[in-house]
């Protein structure tokens, strides 16, 4: 019953992650033209988000490398994503850059190669705003891992606002957006980490109204997974 149980679960993050995969391969090459509405707005964020760091950061979700020449001279950024179409944009903006950057495909719900607690920095720019509920509190075992004890993460997730004309009109996006990104607006990522044991959340705050939020924590140097956190080792899924 439990290998049952384990395959579908492994078969449906399989399908989730293709779908993924499938969707951004596709949007690659224009994706940017369809975030250009988005990005006059995200711009202005990208600095203050990413300014303060330092050390080694790992940035899950990079996609085609918005942030990179945002990031401070001083760290190494690790950037990762499913989709090497993204990637290879990504890589063109690394010339932009004034750190040190690696670009790898890898999957932010299965990070095997990467060792545990090696980064100071999590970073995810709208990307659990894709992950499927059902699979988050997978990337976020990873985040886990990969984060030194006391290693910071910062998240910015697009959600529905509690203005009822606001969410009326997100609502009246939401299908566009769920099929050009695969994002939704009910996904549950404040909720997961509160479930979280091995992380503690500093602070949240809406960045624009009340649909941009910004989760800022840190890995809790003890708790009753870590250890169990730092052996997990899970299949490549390239």
């Known amino acids: 019953m439990t290998s049952s149980l384990k395959s579908n679960g492994e078969t449906n993050l399989d399908d989730a992650s293709r779908a993924l995969r499938e969707k951004y391969e596709f949007t690659s090459w224009f994706y ?61 903006r690394t010339k932009q850059s004034v750190c040190d950057v690696t670009l790898l495909h890898h999957d932010a719900t299965r990070l095997s190669g990467v060792p545990a607690c090696q980064f100071d920095w999590y970073i995810a720019t709208f990307l659990y705003c894709v992950l499927p509920d059902a699979i988050q509190p997978l990337a976020l075992s990873e985040m886990v891992r990969v984060l030194k004890p006391g290693g910071r993460f910062r998240i910015l997730e697009i959600v529905y606002s509690k203005d009822p004309r606001r969410s009326r009109r997100q609502e009246r996006l939401a299908r566009l957006v769920e099929t050009l990104y695969g994002a939704r607006f009910d996904r549950h990522t404040l909720q997961h980490l509160r479930q979280n044991d091995d992380v503690e959340i500093s602070e949240t705050r809406f960045l624009k109204a009340d649909t941009y939020l910004l989760i800022d924590g840190y890995k809790s140097l003890e708790g009753p997974t870590h250890a169990l956190a730092k052996e997990i080792s899970l299949p490549d899924s390239s």
């Open 32 to 92: 940017d033209i369809l975030d250009y509405p988005w990005e006059r707005q995200y711009r202005h964020w990208r600095p203050l988000l990413l300014q303060d760091l330092s050390g080694k950061v790992l940035e899950a979700g990079v996609g085609t490398g918005r942030n990179l020449r945002h990031y401070p001279h001083e760290v190494h950024v690790t950037g990762i994503d499913l989709s090497p179409g993204m990637l290879s944009i990504a890589r063109r």
